[in-house]
Structures are given as C-alpha cells and as structure tokens.
C-alpha cells in the first residue's frame, strides 16, 4: 500500500511538463483527429516531436526503438499527455497494437521493416478487424485471403476503421480457411493502404466527424511476406493484441480534468440567487463524478501494480477498461443536466458552456462504450475470462 | 507506487483469515447474534494474543505500533468473517481519542490494558438526533467542585453495554465545534442506564442513559471545550474502519455468489451461464475492488498526513457504501429464494451491510462533504 511515485519518476514527469511547455502545439485540435488534413498535420508533428525523444513508444524495450521505460514510468508519461490534451492519436494503433504483436510474433525482417517507422513517428496505422457482420461476434468475418503463388488474394469489407482515410498501413484479419472452425481459420496481415484493389469510403459519425471509414478489398493482392506469424492463427494474435490495451489511464485522467472544470463552471455560474454549485442535486451530481475519476485512477493504477510485480492481469484490465468507459460517459451526462438547456448547446454555438466540450464528450463516449468492444461484451469477458463463469 | 499489500500485510492477512476460519465460524456469528452480550470472550482473548488489540498502539504502552494500513488488512478479514464484538469500538473508539488526546496518566492507565484484551471500551457520541456533526452533541456536562455532572441520552452508541468505560462527547458549554469535551466515564457509574437497541444487523448498539452521572475532573480527556477536534480524528479513522469492513464484506458475499452461481443448475444449465447473471457480477467485481482500493488510498493518505485525507476518507466511505450495498443485492437476487432463507448465511452479510453503510455517515453526508472540499 504505497501511492507515491519514487523520485525518479517524480523527475521523469517534471521532464515531461516541462518539454511539453514548448512543444505542445498551439493549436492543438478541437476533439479528435477528425477528417480535416490540417488537423492530421497537427498529429503528425506532435508524434514526430515525441520521436526526437524517444517517446513515441517509450515502453519499448531499447533494440526496437523505445527506452525501455518501466510501466510505472510509462504510466507517468500517459499521465501528463493525457493532462495536457496532448495529440497523441497519429500512432496509438502503431505503438499500442502493431508493434506489439510484431514484437512478440513478427520475424526479424517484419520487425526490422516496420517498428522503426512507428517510432520514428513517421506512418499511421489503421486497424482491419470489424466487419458489417461481424461486429461483437469478430471471429465469424467473412473478408477472404486465398493463396496464389507468393501472394494472399484478399476480397471483402471492413468497416468502422477509424483513420483509414490517412493510414499508411492497416492491421487486417482475413479468413484463410473456411472450413475452419470460425476461430482457426483466421490470418493476420500487414496490408499496404496503397495496395490496387483497395478502397475507402467515408462513414460520417453522429459528431459530424469523418473519424471512420469503410474499406473495400476488391483482389487485393498482399505479398506472403506480410503475414504474421502462422497462417490460420491469426484470431490468436489479434486477441493478444487487444489485451495490450493497458491501464486505461488517459480516460481517468481526462475525467479529472473534466470535474475540475466543470466544478469551476458551477462556481462560477449564478443560479436562482445562489451558485450553480449550492443546487443540492449540483453537489451531489460533481461529488459523484469527481469519486468516480478518482476510483477510475485507482483501477488503472491497480493494473500497473500487477504488472509492476510482474504480473499478467486478467480481468482486472477489462474492470479498468470498461469502468472508466462508463464512467466517462456518466460524467459527461452528469455535466450536461447540470447545465441545464445550455447543456444542449453545440460546440459551435455562441453560448456553449465550456466551449462545448461536455456535448462533445457526450456524443463521443456513446461511440466510446461500443467501440473496440462494447460494454456488453466486456462485461461477458469479465465474467467468463475473468470469473470463470461458463459459457453455457 | 504499489497498490498491493506488502510482505508483513500479506502474513497478517494470511494468519487473520485462518485464524478466523477456525475460532469464528458462521455458527460462532450466529450464536452472538443471539446473544446478550454479542461477543464470545474467548474468542476476545484469543485474538488479544495475538496482539490484534494493540495493533495501532504505540509499543511503549505495550502495542504493536502498526498504521491504519495494517488495521485496514486485518479489518477487512474481520468483515470477511463477520466478527461479533466490540473490536472497533475498543481499538479505534476507545483507543484512538485517548492516544491523540490522553495525558501521559491516562495513557499509562488504560492503552496497554487495552493492548491486553483487558478492557472493553467505545465512545458515546450519537444522540436522538442522529448527528454526526457537532451541533447533535447536547449531552450536558456541568462542573460541581472536583467533578462533572453528565446528563442527557446517547443513543446508537456500538457495543456500550459490555464496556468498562466509555470515551463519552459532552457539551460543557458553546455552540457547534466550540464547547465540547471529552470524558472518560466508567460504565458501572451511578446514575447510567443502558437499554439494547434492536437492530437489522443484531449487532449491539444501546441507548444510554445519563442522570446526574459523577466524573472526576482527572477524567476529562483533552482540553475543555476543545474536545471536537478529538473526536474528528476518531472519525476519520473510524470511518476507514468502516470502509474496510464493507470491503471484506462485499468480498465474501461476492465470493459466495459467484460460486453458487457456477453450482445452481437451472434450465439445464448453471444460472452463472446466462448473461443476466453474468453482467451483475462483473459489475459487482468493479464495486468490491474498487471499494478496496479508494480504503486503501484512504488508509494511506490518512498514515502518512496528505493533504487530501479529508477528500479521500469522504470518497471512500461514500463510495463503500453505495457499492456494497448493491454488491449484497446483487447477492441476493442471484441466490434467489435460497437467500431470502434465514438458514442460508448470505442474509448475514445483507443486514451487517446497510449497519455499516450507515456509520460514521452514508453515502449522501459524505458526499455533501466531497462537494464542499471541492468547492475550496
């Protein structure tokens, strides 16, 4: 039972601070990397700013381009970007889901050929999995891979791909044996967005945002080098790669942030002859929420404990996952019943509270709370995976 | 930064949950339930051996000087297994006050009894009101020549009618914080009438009741007037206290279901198999760990003097008591008729949560009292 950070990491996250005063971009985008390119270029100067220092990946282990940070180091440095809104989306499916399978699966040439590139900052990766059957049920996609000569041969859709628009590279599951049974007829691959045959389509989301994207696989062709590991293996691997999903600290860490200021919003507005803040309903309402980033935190740190000790943790990172999915989602609720009609506001108008930002929040977690699993989904991986409790 | 527990708090917690598997089974929590003075002595010596009683007691008055961390370890075992008795009342109500206010005398006299297993104490703080802030504390004490004269009614007072004395909170004059002092009463004092209240935990609680009751002057603990300061700090450790003991709580009630969700075959298959089930546990996991970790937090801010210990303890404890008050129902539910049976144990847990989730303020005081450090 010991919460305090040691004095090396204590420093490390003065370092942090103090090399984002200057390098923090000044227009750092509204909410998330969305269709606009200038946006995008915001992104990808940011990750090649981190790059100068090592800290695109600083969790990597040094011979593929990180510092080899502990985790407890690498839970500071999400920490502070998460505190200072800092751009990070151009490489977070590259550093949190590429390179990490590659590490583990890839071969010396894939690993040669791709990790540098991500730490260097230098492509952004999208993710191949959903597909518009295959949702909560992944295993059961239909996209084909079949082989000719050195080549796969890919036909099929994929859809909700957030980023494909820029990527450089995608992640993709592809079925390779259809007699199969669904889990073990699946392959992974590293798929060249520029590949002929290829295509995106934007999917408008309901901010507005042009964030996702449907992707068409029309004869493909990828090179027998771009498969990962086994062939038929591949579900395996992509299941690996989801776990990678650490901490979940930037959600608890973002929420904190939001109590604060919505705290100094109710302050600050006047309300029937008193503050916002002295409505009884307000109180309770911030007080919950400010709990709840804090337990966030807590469930976060309690998943680096464990791998701290060297740990694998199981269900404890889904509990930290969901929980601050969820949580964020309340928070944003609770902010906009707390502001009343002006809750309602778009961030483009005039008299938005706090610039619109807890509208956003709110649009986006309800995207957040079905993407990269839904809560449902957690919650039967919790109890199965984690609990032990049958499937049937 | 490390949320676990560490070697000497695994081994206390290891040793604890033996040690209460064996000398206090279900049928031990059951008898007391029954019984008139709610706790088995036996058991009480036992785990004075095993210097339980002292734990947070300074080695010098012949404790073991361990922190609320530990505590919050072995407390949490002690919610696992539902121990009758004064524990808390003795260790932190009666305890606490007189080593962050006792005079070297005072000290001298009762805490390595205490440490001993040999005295049994609480505090008597809540009055028909049921208050927990200052301004519910209207027991009158009065100076007459060397002594006080206590007059008035205490009412939820934990374990009171098997103490040897008790830490009462009277007013000796003021309003609010200002005038309140703390005496150390012994219970078999003239003029002092207990009354068993009966209540959904069956655990003990009295009304006490004070006519024309004489303490000498030597027994006023801490300043005159300034006694309110004392009973905070008492509060906020029991208040972690009370954290702890619904986070073991929720663990084996959890524990019980989940289980007994895998065994309970209906529809032909076990009920732990649906999802209707398996979504309320996995929400029931996230209350009992994250009640865990907000104790410990607290636990911690308060050992080492952070300055957000007030915020914490309230997060805590309004936290605790929400989540395990719906881990327990969810208890239930998945238990269905079963657990509605008084033969089954899983209603032991139900009732001794809403007792806990009660103390030293439920969820809606505490937060009220988050909003406020907030504001600041």
Redesign the interface.
């Known amino acids: 039972m010991d919460f305090r950070f040691t004095p090396q990491e204590q420093a490390f996250r003065e370092e942090i601070r103090d090399w984002l005063k200057t390098n923090l971009p000044d227009h750092t985008p509204g909410d998330r990397m969305s269709g606009d390119s200038e946006n995008l270029n915001v992104y990808k100067m940011f990750a090649q700013r981190l790059a100068t220092k090592g800290w695109v990946a600083p969790h990597w282990p040094k011979e593929y381009g990180g510092l080899g940070l502990s985790v407890v180091e690498q839970l500071v440095f999400n920490e502070e970007m998460a505190e200072a809104s800092a751009p990070m989306g151009y490489s977070t499916i590259g550093t949190g889901w590429v390179g990490p399978t590659l590490i583990v699966y890839g071969t010396d040439e894939q690993k040669q050929r791709w990790l540098p590139q991500i730490t260097a900052g230098d492509v952004m990766w999208c993710q191949g999995f959903s597909e518009p059957n295959a949702g909560s049920d992944l295993a059961s996609l239909k996209t084909s891979a079949v082989r000719d000569g050195d080549d796969y041969v890919i036909n099929g859709q994929k859809i909700w791909t957030s980023g494909a628009h820029y990527a450089d590279w995608m992640i993709l599951i592809a079925r390779t044996d259809p007699e199969a049974p669904k889990h073990k007829g699946i392959s992974y691959f590293l798929v060249d967005m520029k590949t002929p045959g290829l295509s995106t389509t934007p999917l408008i989301d309901m901010m507005d945002n042009h964030a996702f994207n449907e992707v068409f696989f029309d004869n493909v062709r990828v090179p027998r080098a771009n498969l990962l590991g086994e062939e038929n293996r591949g579900w395996y691997m992509a299941a690996t790669t989801l776990d990678f999903e650490r901490s979940s600290i930037g959600g608890a860490v973002g929420a904190g942030r939001m109590v604060r200021e919505l705290t100094q919003y109710c302050v600050d507005t006047p309300w029937n002859g008193h503050r916002l803040i002295d409505e009884s309903r307000v109180r309770s309402r911030l007080s919950d929420a400010a709990i709840e980033a804090e337990l966030g935190r807590l469930l976060s740190y309690r998943v680096i404990t464990l791998q701290s000790r060297g740990a694998v943790p199981n269900y404890e990172a889904s509990i930290a996952k969901l929980f601050n999915t969820d949580m964020q989602l309340r928070m944003a609720r609770s902010g906009l019943e707390i502001m009343g009609l002006y809750g309602q506001l778009d961030h483009q108008d005039k008299y938005a509270p706090l610039k619109g930002r807890f509208e956003r929040q709110y649009l986006w977690q309800t995207g957040l709370a079905v993407g990269g699993g839904t809560t449902e989904i957690q919650k039967n991986i919790i109890a199965t995976r984690g609990l032990g409790l049958p499937r049937q | 930064?490390?949320?676990?527990?560490?070697e000497q708090?695994e081994m206390l917690k290891n040793f604890a949950r033996d040690f209460l598997e064996k000398e206090c089974p279900e049928s031990l929590v059951r008898e007391m339930e029954e019984d008139d003075q709610g706790y088995s002595p036996d058991l009480w010596k036992k785990m004075a051996e095993q210097g339980w009683m002292g734990l947070i007691i300074p080695e010098d008055q012949g404790g073991a000087a361990m922190t609320l961390?530990e505590l919050v370890v072995l407390l949490e075992e002690f919610g696992r297994a539902l121990v009758p008795g004064p524990f808390i009342s003795t260790v932190v109500l009666g305890a606490v006050p007189i080593m962050e206010a006792g005079t070297d005398e005072q000290k001298a006299q009762y805490l390595p009894k205490i440490a001993a297993g040999e005295l049994i104490m609480t505090m008597a703080l809540t009055e028909p009101s049921a208050k927990w802030t200052a301004d519910g504390v209207t027991l009158e004490a009065k100076k007459d020549g060397g002594d006080y004269v206590l007059n008035g009614t205490k009412l939820f007072v934990p374990d009171a009618h098997v103490t040897d004395h008790m830490v009462v909170v009277a007013r000796t004059g003021g309003k609010g914080e200002d005038g309140i002092t703390l005496f150390i009463v012994d219970s078999k004092s003239d003029g002092i009438k207990f009354e068993q209240l009966k209540t959904i935990a069956a655990d003990k609680q009295s009304e006490v009741i004070f006519e024309n009751v004489k303490v000498p002057a030597a027994n006023v603990l801490g300043d005159e007037g300034k006694g309110w300061e004392t009973v905070e700090k008492v509060s906020r450790v029991a208040t972690v206290a009370a954290c702890a003991y619904l986070v073991g709580l929720s663990q084996m009630d959890f524990d019980t279901t989940?289980n007994y969700?895998?065994e309970r075959v209906q529809f032909g298959?076990?009920i732990?198999?649906f999802?209707a089930?398996?979504?309320k546990?996995?929400?029931a996991?996230?209350d009992v760990?994250?009640s865990r970790?907000?104790t410990?937090?607290a636990?911690?801010?308060l050992t080492?003097g952070e300055d957000d210990t007030d915020m914490?303890i309230s997060?805590a404890k309004?936290?605790a008591s929400d989540a395990s008050r719906r881990v327990v129902a969810h208890g239930q539910q998945i238990h269905g008729g079963i657990g509605f049976t008084k033969e089954y144990k899983i209603q032991l847990y139900f009732r001794r949560q809403k007792w806990m989730e009660l103390m030293w303020g439920d969820a809606?005081y505490h937060?009220?009292k988050?909003?406020q450090l907030?504001?600041v």
């Open positions: 930064m490390d949320l676990g527990l560490d708090q961390c989940l969700a895998k298959r076990p732990g198999s999802q089930i398996q979504h546990l996995a929400d996991i996230i760990d994250g970790f907000i410990y937090k636990a911690w801010s080492e914490m997060m309004a936290w809606d937060r009220e988050v909003a907030m504001e």
